[in-house]
C-alpha cells in the first residue's frame, strides 16, 4: 500500500507595519524606586528620561528598558514551494 502526500510550503516576510512606530519604555531598577518612563515614541527622550532620572537620583543608574513595534506579515508573491512525499 502506498500513501502520497502534497506539502505546499509558502515564504513568508515579517517587519515593522508600515504605518506603525517603535515605543520605548522604561523603569529604575534602584530597589524600591518605582520610576517609570511611559510609552514614548521619541526614543532620544526616552534615553534622556533615563539619563535625567540618574541625575537627579545617584545611584539609579541600572534600567530595563522594552521596545515594541506593531509587525506585518506578508506571504512573499509567487513563492509557494510543493513537495510530493510517498511512503509504504
Known amino acids: 500500500m ?3 502526500a502534497l506539502f505546499t510550503y509558502a ?7 508600515p504605518e506603525a512606530e ?3 519604555t522604561a523603569r529604575c531598577l534602584a530597589a524600591t524606586c ?10 532620544a527622550a526616552g534615553d534622556e528620561a533615563c ?4 541625575g537627579l537620583h545617584p545611584g ?3 534600567f530595563e528598558r522594552q ?7 506578508t506571504r512573499t508573491a509567487g513563492a509557494a514551494v510543493s513537495r510530493a512525499g510517498s511512503s509504504t
Open 2 to 4: 502506498s500513501t502520497k
Open 11 to 17: 515564504v513568508h516576510w515579517i517587519g515593522r507595519h
Open 60 to 62: 539609579h543608574d541600572r
Open 34 to 43: 518605582g520610576w517609570e518612563l511611559a510609552p514614548t515614541g521619541d526614543l
Open 67 to 73: 521596545w515594541s513595534e506593531v509587525s506585518l506579515v
Open 22 to 24: 517603535v515605543t520605548m
Open 51 to 54: 539619563m535625567t532620572h540618574t
